[in-house]
Each structure stands twice: as structure tokens, then as C-alpha cells.
């Protein structure tokens, strides 16, 4: 009984649907209704992917995206004949609202709307790095770039021949700020290879070099320049520290204030391959002041002392008995290093003999520290003879090495401390000179961990470079250009 009275229900209810509300034919005279089945879906952090099913008489689509202002634009144009659109471009992490109107020779339907989110970059707070040019032409061969701490905004590039060069208000000036060609050597690791501006240089017009001279020996030479017309004079050169190269190649070239007010100057084991007289290891005085070969130097230039026109400073380590301009050690040619504006430490790119590339980092300047070379290479022992088996708690390790899958040159760079890219904030940037990857370090869980911020960013990257509001920059030695690290919105 109870069956029958559902069934006849049912039937009765399938008869009211098919009598009374039967479809109403499309009519040239009315719009279209709305697309059914309109779907909005982020296909990834800048991108949605949007379709809807073909609404009854319609001959076209309109669809639109709502802007800022609450209006809604059409996208894609306002003829569409496909259901499907991919609109591009896109911000990640941003609300969204489309609308899809269908369209006859009546009109339009009201339409329909949709909203969708996309997704944040991956992590959220991940950095979507790329170049964005700075220089494209005019220079010869850019190893360095840096700033004078004086407020202009001016970036002064070094050119390997002997020149530097001025960028002001982003333009390049043709006249050189300072020109001494004719007293370096210019073979392949050789130079003009440094510069750093003397913390006071708004009052003193000082600044410092690091060339290698016409027999091929490292120069260390202050200049001073005329800070009103920014052009510095040739003859003013102070000779501070020079030092013999026993060969062309493995000179360094980085030398940079601390934010103690001393001078730094990393220098290379004197070349060669694989030292052979264990410059790097050696602290005992040698003449032609070979000696300090293979470490970094620190030196306070606001003063004299008897045969120096520089200072020891009192606080430098005691280093095989005595206290000199060694600041620390086991060095093989650490071509680029920075200090990291906040903190103090010396990161150093220390490129390798023939199987691993490193980046060593000195705890507040690192004070003292054995770097390792060449008793270590990297991460892996080098010369047995030095010290079997390597095995010693002494020498501060690499916080990152690489093999030869990844590069042959490691070009050192900079710990990221400006403000416009937030995103870029504790990262240390750098890359290989033969690859041309450009890379980051990040602290994660104590452990300093390679991102590819950029695979083969570029040919010959030399240097990188930093202007007075921490912004960086890279620079490629062969193509003569600079471009500066930007973090895509
Ligand atoms: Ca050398
Ligand atoms: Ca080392």
C-alpha cells in the first residue's frame, strides 16, 4: 500500500515537470542566459585558469576581471568564442573576482561571478630574484663595484686595466675618477683588483686600491681625490703595504673596512698550484714580506709606525709567537669577500685547486681563525705532509663547498642587508665564474643551505658588488655589465 502511494507520487511529480515547466526555446529577441559551470582555478602563483559551459543561443562571451577600484574590465576581449581562458600575469596571493557574461545579437546575459586566490611563491617568503641591467655598455672589463659612504648615491666600478670609473645618478661618466694603467700588470688574475673607500671619505678624500704592479707584485696604495669635482689625482699615490708574488696568479684583489674602521685585505697564496711553499700555513717573517701570502691582513691606516705607514693594530691575534698584520690564515686565493653590514663577519669566496670550491665565513670577522689551505681543500684533506689525515679541530671548515658539477671559480658576494627586497634579507649571494649560477646561503636549522636563485644568470661574473643602501649588484667581467639583484613582486 505504502509502495503505491510513493510510486504514484514520483509519477505524478514527473509528470508536473515535464507539463508545466517545459524549456524555453532560444529567442533571437532575448539575451542568452548565464554561463552554468563557471570555474576560476589558480594554475600557479600568477596564473588562473578560468571555464564555463557554452550557454544556449550565445554567440559570444564577455569576461571580465575585477580591478581595484570594484569595476570589472574586459580581459581577453570582449568577443571571446572559445569557454576557456587563461589570464596570466598575475600577483601571488591575491583575491580575484571574474565574471563571464554570455552575448547574442540581443545582448547579454547579467553574468556570473567567481572568486579565487592564487597561491604565494612558494615558501611565501621566498625571493623570486632576477637582473635588471644597471650598465650594458661603456665598460671594459668590471671586476669591483662599490660606494663611497658619502650620501651621493654615486657607484664607482673598477676596470681590471687600472681604471675607475663613476655612475652618477645612473649614468656612466665618460672621464675616469681615476686612471693608473700605466702602472699595473695585466695578465689574467692581474690588476687593478680592489677598492675601499676610507670610512671618513666625505672629509678626507681618501680611498684605498689593491693593484698588482708592473713586475706583477701586490700594491696596497692609498689615493686621495678631489671630492668636489669627484675626480682623484694619480699623483697622490701613498704606497701603504706592497707585497713580492712569487707568480701571476692567485693575488686576491678584495679589500674593505670593517666596521671596526681597519683595513682587511685577504691575499692569495702567491700562486702556482697547490702552494708549493706552503705560503698559506706559514707565519714566520719572510722577506719581501712574503709571509703574508695566503691570509688576511688587517691594518689601521689612521696612523704610522716605525718602516710602515700603517698601524699594527694591538688587538690582532698572536700567530706563531708574535702579533703582525695577520688577522687570520689558510688562504688560497680568495679573490671576493664582504663584511656583513650588520653583524661584522667576513664571508669570503676561497676559490679552489682542482676539486672544491668554498665560502668560509669569519664569525665577527673571524678573528685568529686557520682556514684550512692547504692542508684542506674544502671540505676534503689536501696535503698529507702538513698534517696527516687533516684531522685537526683547528681549522674552521668551509660553511659551504661545492665540486666540479657546480662550477671551477667561486665568485664571493654578499650577505643581502637593504631594505627594498624584504624577502632577500638573510640571504648570502654569490656564484661561480665559470657557470654563472647565481646562488644564495640561507640559515636553515644551523645549517647554511644553496638555493639557485638565478640557473646561468650570466657569462664571467666576476664580482658583485654594494651601494651604500645595501643593495646588490653583479658583474660580469667579459660583457662589461652590471646588473642589480631585484626580488619580482
Ligand atoms: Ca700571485
Ligand atoms: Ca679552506
Not at 15 to 26: F, K, T, V
Not at 84 to 97: K, P, R, V
Request: contains cysteine; proline residues 5%; glycine residues 14%.
Amino acid at each position: 500500500m505504502r509502495y503505491l502511494v510513493v510510486s504514484l507520487l514520483l509519477a505524478l511529480a514527473g509528470c508536473q515537470d515535464s507539463n508545466l515547466n517545459p524549456p524555453n526555446p532560444p529567442s533571437p529577441t532575448q539575451a542568452p542566459p548565464n554561463p552554468t559551470q563557471f570555474s576560476a582555478t589558480a594554475t600557479s602563483p600568477t596564473s588562473v585558469s578560468l571555464s564555463w559551459s557554452a550557454s544556449e543561443g550565445a554567440t559570444r562571451y564577455s569576461l571580465e576581471r575585477r580591478t581595484s577600484s570594484g569595476n570589472f574590465t574586459a580581459i581577453g576581449g570582449s568577443n571571446l568564442t572559445a569557454t576557456s581562458y587563461s589570464d596570466t600575469g598575475l600577483t601571488a596571493n591575491t583575491a580575484y573576482t571574474y565574471r563571464v557574461k554570455a552575448i547574442n545579437n540581443s545582448g547579454s546575459s547579467s553574468g556570473v561571478e567567481r572568486s579565487v586566490t592564487t597561491p604565494g611563491t612558494s615558501s611565501g617568503s621566498e625571493p623570486r630574484v632576477r637582473l635588471v641591467a644597471v650598465v650594458s655598455s661603456g665598460l671594459t672589463q668590471p671586476l669591483y663595484l662599490t660606494h663611497a659612504r658619502d650620501g651621493s648615491g654615486d657607484l664607482y666600478v673598477v676596470e681590471k686595466a687600472g681604471r675607475i670609473r663613476l655612475i652618477e645618478g645612473g649614468t656612466l661618466r665618460s672621464q675616469p675618477f681615476l686612471d693608473i694603467t700605466s702602472k699595473t700588470s695585466k695578465g689574467g688574475e692581474q690588476g687593478l683588483l680592489g677598492l675601499a673607500f676610507h670610512p671618513d671619505y666625505r672629509s678626507n678624500g681618501l680611498f684605498y686600491v689593491n693593484y698588482t704592479n708592473s713586475s706583477g707584485d701586490t700594491i696596497i696604495a692609498r689615493y686621495s681625490a678631489n671630492r668636489s669635482n669627484k675626480v682623484a689625482d694619480p699623483g697622490s699615490e701613498q704606497i701603504v703595504l706592497s707585497v713580492d708574488q712569487p707568480y701571476d696568479n692567485h693575488n686576491a684583489g678584495w679589500l674593505g673596512f670593517g666596521p671596526d674602521g681597519m683595513l682587511y685585505i685577504p691575499l692569495g697564496d702567491g700562486g702556482s698550484g697547490g702552494d708549493p711553499q706552503n705560503y698559506a700555513q706559514r707565519l714566520e717573517a719572510q722577506s719581501g714580506n712574503r709571509h703574508l701570502l695566503g691570509k688576511v691582513l688587517r691594518i689601521d691606516v689612521n696612523g704610522t709606525e716605525q718602516g710602515r705607514n700603517y698601524r699594527i693594530p694591538a688587538d690582532n691575534p698572536s700567530l706563531g709567537g708574535r702579533v703582525s698584520e695577520i688577522w687570520a690564515y689558510g688562504l688560497r686565493n680568495p679573490w671576493r669577500a664582504s663584511f656583513d653590514r650588520q653583524t661584522g663577519d667576513l664571508w669570503i669566496g676561497d676559490v679552489g685547486q682542482g676539486s672544491q670550491e668554498e665560502i668560509s665565513l669569519g664569525t665577527g670577522g673571524g678573528k685568529g681563525l686557520n682556514y684550512g689551505w692547504k692542508i684542506m681543500e674544502g671540505t676534503a684533506c689536501y696535503d698529507n705532509s702538513i698534517a696527516p689525515g687533516c684531522s685537526s679541530n683547528s681549522l674552521t671548515r668551509p660553511v659551504h663547498a661545492y665540486g666540479r658539477g657546480d662550477g671551477y671559480s667561486v665568485t664571493g658576494g654578499y650577505m643581502y642587508r637593504g631594505s627594498r627586497f624584504p624577502r632577500m634579507q638573510g640571504r648570502y649571494f654569490f656564484t661561480d665564474f665559470g657557470t654563472g649560477n647565481l646562488w644564495s646561503l640561507r640559515l636553515v636549522n644551523g645549517t647554511w643551505t644553496r638555493k639557485t636563485e638565478v640557473a646561468s644568470a650570466g657569462n664571467g661574473l666576476a664580482s658583485f658588488g654594494e651601494d651604500e643602501q645595501g643593495e646588490l649588484y653583479i658583474i660580469s667581467l667579459s660583457g662589461g655589465q652590471i646588473w642589480r639583484l631585484e626580488d619580482q613582486p
